[in-house]
């Protein structure tokens, strides 16, 4: 044991960091910077051992390198979930700082409030039907809320059912695993339901995510240009099913305003009018 020990105190010498302005007062090694004992006397298997031992700056630096290292493993984390998230890598930069305040603001607070309170809707399994015409920020919205939890450190994937459709129809097997692996994210982001084609097989698969979500009890936000009349009166029973356990999931909120791919179509024009003579 003695050999041991001395083993130890060896290696706690190998580790130490000196100064030139370091210096002995009472028989022990003190900091010349933060004036704390760099050496401790140990009485041990009837020896007096003095193993080096980190003062109080060097704790601290060892605190901060510590808490770098953390940010750092955390920021690449992030990065990494963000990067499942988003197909299109733009809506990375869609959140509610860089808001240009042209939709809804009503529903937009009432979609920035769902997102500051994430970890209470999470527990509650209760997610957001975001409906309204074409082009008035339902899908901006929902990118904003995917962006805010996962920097929160909650994973997220926004999708569409056309392309979950694709996949699972090109699969042979698994068809399962696919689908409850993309529902154990904490969140799932389905982006412009209808959009997909309008098949038994297709509505099937999205009865399926959707119930999957549901008997995980997570959340799940759908965005749609369907009305709540069309939604609420689906003639077609699996439609019907569908918009049910939607309505049971989920908080609708009506987006109403004028298009906003309007404003960026013109935005877009602008720089171009002069440089290819394009009439106003």
């Known amino acids: 044991m003695l050999e041991v020990f001395e083993k130890l105190v060896a290696e706690s010498e190998k580790k130490m960091v000196f100064s030139q302005k370091d210096y002995m007062m009472d028989g022990l090694l003190y900091c010349g910077k933060c004036r704390t004992p760099k050496q401790m006397r140990i009485q041990a298997f009837g020896t007096v051992q003095m193993p080096y031992i980190p003062c109080a700056c060097e704790e601290e630096r060892y605190r901060r390198e510590e808490e770098e290292q953390k940010a750092l493993e955390n920021s690449l984390k992030i990065a990494k979930i963000r990067s499942k998230c988003f197909i299109n890598k733009r809506l990375t930069d869609w959140t509610f700082e860089n808001d240009n305040q042209e939709g809804n603001a009503a529903v937009m607070n009432s979609v920035h409030k769902y997102a500051l309170h994430f970890s209470e809707m999470l527990k509650a399994g209760k997610g957001l039907l975001l409906y309204g015409t074409q082009g008035v920020g339902k899908s901006?919205?929902?990118?904003?809320?995917?962006?805010?939890?996962?920097?929160?450190?909650?994973?997220?994937?926004?999708?569409?059912?056309?392309?979950?459709?694709?996949?699972?129809?090109?699969?042979?097997?698994?068809?399962?695993?696919?689908?409850?692996?993309?529902?154990?994210?904490?969140?799932?982001?389905?982006?412009?339901?209808?959009?997909?084609?309008?098949?038994?097989?297709?509505?099937?698969?999205?009865?399926?995510?959707?119930?999957?979500?549901?008997?995980?009890?997570?959340?799940?936000?759908?965005?749609?240009?369907?009305?709540?009349?069309?939604?609420?009166?689906?003639?077609?029973?699996?439609?019907?099913?569908?918009?049910?356990?939607?309505?049971?999931?989920?908080?609708?909120?009506?987006?109403?305003?004028?298009?906003?791919?309007?404003?960026?179509?013109?935005?877009?024009?602008?720089?171009?009018?002069?440089?290819?003579?394009?009439?106003?």
Not at 179 to 205: G, M, P, Q, V
Not at 252 to 258: A, R
């Open 140 to 280: 901006y919205a929902a990118a904003c809320v995917a962006n805010h939890v996962i920097d929160n450190g909650y994973t997220c994937v926004m999708t569409k059912f056309s392309r979950i459709i694709n996949i699972v129809s090109g699969m042979y097997q698994d068809k399962q695993d696919y689908i409850d692996e993309l529902c154990r994210n904490d969140l799932l982001i389905i982006d412009d339901l209808s959009a997909e084609r309008s098949t038994d097989y297709a509505d099937e698969i999205v009865m399926n995510v959707i119930d999957t979500r549901c008997t995980f009890g997570l959340p799940l936000i759908v965005t749609t240009n369907l009305t709540a009349d069309e939604m609420k009166h689906a003639k077609n029973i699996s439609k019907k099913r569908i918009y049910s356990r939607l309505f049971e999931m989920t908080i609708p909120l009506e987006y109403v305003g004028e298009d906003r791919r309007k404003y960026t179509m013109l935005k877009n024009y602008e720089p171009y009018k002069k440089l290819l003579d394009l009439p106003d």
